[in-house]
């Protein structure tokens, strides 16, 4: 018996999950890239590296070093940052030291920032993506800007080999996915030909996320992505289950808890924020579910409580001690709060976060 609360995977589900978007994959001719910023986990890299993908993606210089210690485990030498990152001296001796280990990636998206890198990456070739802005107006240069950035790479010393875009705007309710896909797939397609004009190949072109993944075999789509980089499909959360991109049967993490005050329509238990994460999208219904009683919402969310409401036409509810399943809203957070996650996969492995905290 574990001690609640903790995070726990269940590995038939995410095996299934792996599986389902492989699939999809290959049936598109689209590479995936998952993004292991979500689960952290070198186990978790490896089973997804054994279905097909053809590397992974990362957030943070930290995040590529931690998955490039465990090449070993994982099987995978091949990393993108896809993030534009601006170095600090001691920032580009690690992205030089990395590139001696992996295939690497980095992202730029700007004509500074290309020109920055470059010069302090001090002649070692990396190749690198640029950066485009489809929708979420986060970072990224608009499509008609990648071939200017893309040449100031090259001017720099930097293998520039294509263009990236995240459609972070495609988590909302009704045709929001849509509308952020076919965006994302009309950015990267001006973006490309940005490239071209400057005498660039544009051979990359990544995207993709877990809410518009289901677009990616759109005949409107064909022939412009070469790769995508979704990251919460192996476990997905709360947030996929309200906008529609998956159901609580593909939900595979939760948080594990105990009950620890019950009354007629409401329960309290010991999973916080501390082991929950505190986002709350302004559509979102709660702070979370609970897996085995989908209509109930975690409506109040503290430290170490989350106070869960029921409809109430519910059976009785769970009784004190009991142990409930938590959905986290965002399991990428939720992951990064613990140190391990525990598979349930006939022995209760525990599984390392080895990119935990890796921020820098």
């Known amino acids: 018996m574990i001690d609640t609360p903790y995070l726990e995977v269940d590995v038939d ?3 299934r999950n792996l599986a389902s978007l492989a699939d999809r994959a290959r049936s598109t001719g689209v590479e995936v890239r998952p993004h292991a910023k979500t689960h952290k986990s070198a186990e978790i890299a490896r089973m997804q590296i054994d279905v097909g993908a053809v590397g992974l993606a990362v957030a943070t210089i930290g995040e590529a070093e ?6 070993e485990i994982t099987s995978c030498t091949d990393i993108f940052i896809a993030y534009p990152v601006w170095p600090t001296p001691a920032k580009a001796a690690r992205l030089r030291a990395l590139a ?16 920055h890198l470059g010069a302090l990456l001090d002649g070692q070739r990396i190749e690198a993506l640029v950066e485009v802005d489809s929708g979420q107006h986060r970072t990224g240069v608009t499509p008609g800007g990648a071939g200017e950035v893309a040449a100031a790479g090259t001017a720099a010393g930097l293998d520039v080999v294509g263009v990236f875009t995240f459609p972070g705007h495609g988590y909302g309710l009704g045709d929001t996915r849509r509308r952020a896909a076919e965006q994302e797939v009309a950015a990267l397609r001006a973006a490309a030909e940005s490239l071209r004009e400057h005498g660039i190949d544009p051979r990359v072109r990544s995207g993709g996320s877990t809410p518009t993944i289901e677009f990616v075999g759109d005949p409107a789509h064909a022939g412009v992505l070469t790769e995508v980089r979704p990251g919460v499909y192996p476990l997905n959360d709360a947030q996929q289950v309200e906008i529609g991109a998956c159901g609580f049967d593909d939900v595979a993490l939760t948080a594990v808890a105990t009950v620890v005050r019950s ?24 702070h979370g579910r609970l897996l085995d009683h989908p209509d109930a ?11 869960v409401d029921f409809p109430a036409d519910s059976t009785p509810v769970p009784r004190l001690g009991d142990v409930v399943r938590v959905v986290p809203n965002h399991v990428c957070t939720a992951v990064n709060l613990v140190d391990e996650l525990v598979a349930i996969d006939g022995s209760d492995s525990r599984w390392p976060v080895i990119a935990r905290g890796r921020n820098s």
């Open 13 to 15: 589900r995410m095996t």
């Open 263 to 286: 009354e007629p329509g409401r329960i309290v238990v010991d999973a916080g924020s501390k082991i929950l994460g505190a986002d709350r999208a302004a559509w979102a219904t709660g």
């Open 66 to 71: 931690a998955f490039a210690d465990a090449a």
């Open 100 to 115: 001696a280990r992996v295939s690497l990636r980095v992202g730029v998206e700007s004509v500074e920032g290309a020109r």
């Open 297 to 307: 919402r975690v409506v109040q969310l503290s430290e170490h409580h989350a106070v």
